[in-house]
């Protein structure tokens, strides 16, 4: 087989470049490598390392030139890339360069190639937005409510809209959670980013590695026509049950190689409250039925960093004092970081990660008066964890129903609980788009697949900018349900960007509503 690779100078790109190149069926690998002089060091390796198994294209995935030469000719194309935070939030126009424009741009190469190649698609868990206790689980279906101001996530949404709406042959999006890799302290030590993760986020991790291994696996059982009904849908990537934990979790098992915890290091109100992203999937299962990938947890997985970074070991003898001074004190003043916004009276920013600069202002400066779901306050945390246990989001219409089974009336349900209703008075199959009308009166083409099983809706105002959500809910059950977790239903307030791109806040008016 030949495959097309994007990304592999990231972490999962990394792992999944070498673990397909163990496949003897893999006879050729393109991959695409910005113009970047550390990925001349890189290009020279892998040539040197695979020789003519390996074949590399220079630029942007966003140049349609280079995403032509890329796919052609190839059995598959496997699309990796991504700019992340803070990288995202430093440079937003890159976000959009790669998130945005560059999936748009591959989409097209790979529905003009002849024959077209089978397309892979890394999309995010960030689409799902902000969970906490009271809806920790979710599924694909559930509501994309992108949060306030997350430049990568917005982008990632317009990206995987892409795809659905494109008509390809063969797809498949994985939305890839949060992901555990060899670098994770250091990559987190140079921007305030660390602070906008909720301690009570729920967060399921997987590995690097195991998120290579699927992709492996994927080509691998593809290949020998194991796994006819994969494509076509939408999965969520994780490690299962031995991946799950909250942002407290996360940092007690980060600090921990340095010799220290979240209560060691952190005060909790330094730490956002809301407009994080994350959760557990209760739908988490079906990838690994088909692929056996989920092989690390997320403590062996520390452990092992630990192993392949000895010099960690050495902050444990180094005094708290010191490390809190030249370490953390300089992150969370970090332009980046929410306890600097608080300070600075960013008021947009504080809105939408705390509720408003009084809510950040009045939380406690002591552990012992915060609540946490690590600590079984909302709720024996095992059980809070047990999938059988996860209450669900609506998804408003007979979810017993298989696909070929829907009708008309399935798509009124699902239109009417988003607050619309369907316009197309027949449908065909799933994948064949219809015309919806949204609550304010939008008419937009969609497939029944992308809204009811995708959770994506009106692409006029429904997707930011602007971050419209506090409206939204008011008209939308759908979106309500989740919104109002971490909301008050009087909120009132339009997220947005200004000319500069910098955050705003409008109010929400007779006008705009």
Not at 287 to 307: C, M, N, P, T
Request: proline share 5%; charged share 25%; with cysteine.
């Amino acid at each position: 087989m030949k495959i097309a690779m994007t990304g592999v100078s990231g972490n999962m790109g990394r792992e999944a470049l070498a673990q397909t190149m163990e496949l003897e069926s893999a006879e050729f690998v393109r991959i695409l490598l910005t113009d970047k002089k550390k990925n001349d060091r890189l290009a020279r390796k892998l040539k040197k390392k695979y020789g003519a198994r390996i074949g590399i294209v220079r630029g942007t995935v966003a140049d349609a030139n280079v995403c032509k030469t890329l796919v052609e000719g190839m059995d598959y194309v496997i699309h990796m890339a991504a700019v992340i935070p803070p990288a995202s939030d430093a440079s937003p126009a890159r976000s959009e360069e790669c998130n945005r424009r560059g999936a748009e741009t591959l989409v097209c190469a790979v529905k003009a190639a002849v024959p077209q190649p089978k397309y892979v698609h890394i999309s995010t868990v960030a689409l799902y937005g902000n969970r906490n206790e009271k809806h920790p689980f979710g599924r694909v279906g559930d509501p994309l409510l992108v949060s306030p101001f997350d430049h990568y996530a917005m982008d990632k949404l317009y990206g995987e809209r892409s795809v659905l709406d494109a008509g390809l042959d063969c797809w498949v999006v994985l939305r890839q959670t949060a992901m555990l890799h060899p670098n994770m302290l250091n990559d987190n030590i140079s921007d305030g980013l660390m602070f906008h993760t909720a301690l009570n986020a729920p967060l399921e991790w997987v590995s690097s590695r195991d998120s290579g291994y699927l992709i492996k696996r994927i080509l691998e059982r593809d290949g020998k026509g194991e796994v006819p009904g994969f494509w076509k849908k939408i999965y969520n990537i994780g490690a299962g049950f031995k991946g799950m934990e909250t942002g407290y979790d996360t940092f007690n098992d980060g600090f921990a190689m340095i010799g220290g915890s979240a209560e060691k290091f952190f005060k909790p109100h330094w730490l956002a409250s809301r407009n994080f992203h994350g959760l557990w999937f209760a739908d988490g299962n079906e990838l690994e039925e088909l692929f056996g990938y989920q092989r690390d947890g997320v403590h062996e997985y520390w452990k092992w960093i630990a192993s392949q970074h000895k010099v960690f070991a050495l902050g444990k003898l180094v005094p708290k004092g010191l490390i809190d001074l030249f370490l953390f004190r300089r992150l969370r003043n970090h332009p980046n970081s929410p306890y600097r916004w608080v300070k600075n009276g960013d008021i947009p920013r504080v809105t939408a990660t705390f509720g408003s600069l009084a809510e950040a202002e009045a939380l406690s400066h002591d552990w012992k008066d915060y609540r946490l779901i690590a600590k079984g306050d909302f709720g024996d945390y095992d059980a809070m964890r047990d999938v059988k246990n996860a209450a669900l989001l609506s998804h408003g219409y007979d979810e017993s129903l298989p696909m070929e089974d829907w009708t008309v009336q399935t798509m009124r349900d699902a239109a009417s609980f988003r607050g619309g209703e369907l316009v197309s008075e027949e449908i065909g199959d799933p994948y064949t788009k219809i015309l919806w009308k949204c609550h304010d009166g939008h008419t937009f083409e969609a497939s029944p697949y992308t809204i009811l099983r995708g959770g994506h809706w009106c692409p006029v105002c429904c997707q930011p900018t602007p971050w419209d959500f506090d409206r939204l809910a008011k008209n939308n059950p759908f979106f309500a349900q989740v919104w109002y977790d971490s909301h008050e239903q009087n909120e009132d307030r339009v997220y947005d960007l200004d000319e500069t791109g910098a955050p705003v806040i409008r109010p929400l008016t007779e006008e705009n509503e």
